[in-house]
């Protein structure tokens, strides 16, 4: 039973970490991984999918999007691509910056947005066509690129612009006598309101895909890349195109793939196929052998570890593709990678796929999503997001625009349930599954299901399987009903959560047979 309940954690560790940080399509030949090497896997921004370490291309330099970014074929380093946005050929944090006609700015407010090359705030100034900034009066909005006061002048139309006209005018009754052109009417709407800056009517040829006008009705843009419409089933995947109709195109979170076989599905960003065919192997192979990759193994004596056998003796636990042993200190699985310690002074802990070991870095984690960033003062955590605390407050990992100087940020992080092992072993924790949840002024009320317990020293056992915790709502993460944590019980009667939400069968199996092993 236990192999069983082992061979079954090491396949779902297994494909978690595939549909995360690998380029394949894991083609379900009764459990074998089919390597794409990714002629038609692209992924955002201008950086295209590398097959091999998890690396990207950005021009013709290899690059992690995890620590950096690519924009224009230039890479900017310590911010990852999956929170940044690209200003010409430099990457932000649209968070705490706004590009503004290709500069960068450092934002003063929430409520900031660009007026041409210039920054201004939308709660006191109005900004009125192309770069016309001006300070909000009552009863005063934009017309064109001017203003005027609502209560003695109107905003008429002339042809393709806009006018101001005293209220006694003929356009003034007439704009609102009658029903203009819907488009007309809201882009009206938006330029007396002073937002977006650019106040002029709607042409095929103001919409922008990249640097390049486009046509909706004739063309279709995808990240930035520009095709022919060939229908309206035409659509996009990721940076690529194709049709709903297309035979043997399957799109897989935002990777294309061609070549597939009929009645595949993409689930969890893995492709799944028919079940009847066994391996993807010139030969079928005998009956009751295991297939992986395109070989056999004896699972008896080795371990397949995203299509790679293994001897057993080297280790019982995937890390992507190799194998390691959970004993050797010196190796740190983070998310599919294997790291070496042994050269490595001090402490290093997992950031996602990532390994952060230097004192000016911070990692950023939400149940999805690592990020590692450049340490910088007055910045915190919320979830993955790496905020300015003069622009933002966060709340039970959720970003608010409204500042609160005397809050307290969160003063740990959630980390996946792996990367707790083997530190939580002789500490008193327990998985408890959130039932309900109610909040309550500042507090959160949670009712927890202990379903297990885990406290090698006294091995005592929480006599009463529900739990009811009182939580401060904003400094602790969010917590989901239906699912399960890693709990550290402390000696003050508090409840400290410690894990994202972990997987019944495959991550608590291993938290178990790490610490009882260990024990014994």
């Not at 779902?12 to 089919?34: E, V, Y």
Request: aromatic letters at 8%; hydrophobic letters at 25%; a neutral charge.
């Amino acid at each position: 039973m236990l192999t069983l309940i082992f061979s079954i954690q090491s396949c779902l560790t297994q494909m978690r970490l595939d549909t995360t940080f690998h380029n394949k399509s894991c083609l379900s030949f009764s459990g074998i991984c089919h390597h794409d090497r990714g002629s038609h896997s692209k992924v955002g921004f201008s950086g295209q999918m590398e097959d091999s370490h998890h690396l990207h291309r950005c021009g013709n330099v290899s690059y992690n999007f995890s620590g950096s970014s690519c924009c224009n074929d230039s890479i900017t380093l310590g911010l990852s691509q999956l929170v940044a946005d690209c200003c010409g050929s430099v990457a932000y944090n649209p968070l705490n910056e706004i590009c503004c006609n290709g500069s960068i700015q450092t934002q003063s407010s929430t409520h900031a947005l660009c007026c041409g090359k210039d920054m201004y705030l939308t709660t006191s100034h109005l900004c009125c066509g192309e770069n016309n900034i001006f300070q909000r009066k009552e009863n005063h909005s934009c017309c064109g690129n001017k203003t005027y006061d609502m209560t003695t002048h109107c905003c008429c139309i002339n042809t393709t612009t806009l006018e101001v006209k005293p209220k006694n005018e003929i356009c003034c009754s007439e704009a609102t006598g009658y029903n203009l052109n819907p488009v007309l009417t809201d882009k009206k709407k938006e330029c007396q309101q002073g937002s977006p800056p650019t106040c002029t009517f709607p042409k095929n040829s103001e919409l922008k895909c990249g640097s390049k006008p486009f046509n909706p009705q004739k063309e279709i843009c995808c990240s930035g890349n520009l095709y022919k419409k060939a229908s309206a089933l035409t659509k996009c995947c990721g940076v690529d195109v194709y049709t709903l109709s297309d035979d043997n195109v399957l799109c897989c979170n935002g990777t294309l793939h061609l070549n597939v076989p009929e009645q595949s599905e993409c689930v969890g960003g893995v492709i799944y196929t028919s079940a009847n065919t066994t391996c993807q192997m010139s030969t079928r192979p005998r009956h009751g052998e295991h297939c992986c990759g395109g070989q056999t193994f004896n699972p008896h004596t080795h371990v397949c570890c995203n299509g790679h056998s293994h001897n057993k003796k080297n280790g019982n636990f995937c890390c992507g593709s190799e194998v390691y042993d959970h004993h050797n200190q010196f190796l740190r699985c983070c998310s599919g990678h294997l790291y070496n310690l042994t050269h490595l002074r001090g402490k290093a802990e997992c950031c996602g796929s990532l390994l952060l070991q230097y004192d000016n870095q911070t990692c950023c984690s939400s149940s999805t999503t690592s990020v590692l960033y450049d340490t910088k003062q007055n910045h915190s955590c919320c979830g993955h997001y790496y905020y300015k605390t003069s622009l933002w407050s966060c709340c039970a990992e959720r970003l608010k625009p409204t500042p609160k100087p005397n809050s307290s940020p969160a003063e740990y992080r959630l980390k996946p349930l792996t990367d707790l092992i083997p530190e939580m072993c002789n500490k008193k924790v327990f998985f408890g599954k959130v039932e309900s949840v109610a909040l309550e002024n500042d507090q959160r009320r949670v009712v927890l299901k202990v379903v297990g317990q885990v406290d090698v020293k006294s091995e005592k056992v929480i006599k009463d399987p529900w739990l009811h915790l009182s939580l401060d709502h904003c400094s602790f993460p969010a917590t989901d009903n239906g699912m399960t944590y890693l709990w550290e019980e402390k000696h003050n009667g508090k409840y400290k959560l410690l894990s994202h939400p972990v997987d019944l069968t495959s991550d608590i199996h291993m938290f178990y047979f790490v610490c009882y092993q260990k024990k014994g």
